[in-house]
């Protein structure tokens, strides 16, 4: 269909429009991107939205501190490593990860978080590729983690490529030397999509962690890319990412523990502190 309308198509742009509205209607969307877009998707060029100021810290009082994150960029990886040096030095009792709004593909900043504030190894979950469902019934489980690569750290490329391999791949992460020694929430809504959903399913799993706020956008897929023309690419859905009771992310967004409406003055800290 795409083909036959891209005759009385007029540029790119048309191109695109049209793409995406055919693949609305699939259950494997796909997207049709320039190619210097795609490659600020994989973290392969850094764009001027790239900037500094992608993570904030913002102290509550004495013992509480807010790790705010917008987007999962390289900057964004800098700066959280950074922001990890000072909540370390403060010695706080309590540290709250606001993710809403947060989204992008580069891991580095949420792999960060994770190895901080855990402190046994976590398997996050699968992402099942077409040969295991094809010798397979349904998505794989906690019982079948032995049957898939492992995959601990490196870039979202990496990851897609190596879920390729195999059945496809778990996401393994181990703590950091020194963790935090204290309570952890999760600030996340609906639109907290991408990488942070796919880290935020194991730490709940785990228990790590507290989540308060709204369900997650439940939108984390894995794309490949594939090259149609000199400047364009087609990201195809690749890999769906299941957690290890087997319920894919799409399917079953993540519910926080404590439903709450959350302001940006952070006023409900009080209360949430309070529960829990």
């Known amino acids: 269909k795409l083909h036959k309308a891209a005759k009385n198509l007029v540029d790119d742009y048309e191109l695109q429009i049209t793409a995406a509205f055919l693949s609305s209607k699939l259950d494997a969307p796909m997207i049709l991107l320039n190619s210097s877009i795609t490659q600020a998707f994989w973290g392969e060029k850094l764009e001027e939205s790239d900037d500094e100021g ?22 964004a990886g800098i700066e959280t490593g950074e922001a990890i040096d000072e909540i370390a030095r403060n010695e706080y009792a309590n540290l709250f990860i606001d993710l809403r709004g947060s989204r992008g593909t580069i891991p580095s900043a949420m792999l960060q978080i994770s190895k901080y504030i855990i402190e046994e190894p976590m398997v996050v979950g699968f992402a099942p590729n077409r040969k295991w469902y094809a010798a397979n019934e349904g998505p794989p489980t906690l019982k079948d983690v032995d049957k898939f690569n492992t995959f601990t750290e490196g870039s979202f490329r990496e990851f897609i490529d190596s879920a390729a391999q195999g059945n496809g791949q778990i996401l393994k992460i181990s703590p950091s030397e020194h963790s935090f020694q204290g309570r952890v929430f999760l600030l996340i809504n609906g639109s907290t999509q991408g990488f942070a959903e796919m ?14 706020g709204e369900s997650s956008a439940g939108s984390m897929r894995l794309l490949r890319p594939l090259r149609i023309g000199p400047d364009l690419e087609l990201l195809l859905s690749a890999n769906d990412f299941v ?3 087997g319920e894919s992310i799409r399917s079953s967004p993540i519910e926080p523990h404590v439903k709450v409406d959350l302001d940006e003055d952070y006023a409900f800290v009080a209360a949430l502190l309070e529960g829990q």
């Open 54 to 75: 992608q993570v904030s810290l913002k102290r509550l009082d004495d013992q509480s501190v807010v790790l705010s994150i917008r987007s999962f960029t390289h900057q």
């Open 199 to 212: 880290i935020i399913a194991g730490l709940k799993r785990e228990n790590v962690v507290v989540i308060a």
């Open 243 to 245: 957690n290890l009771e």
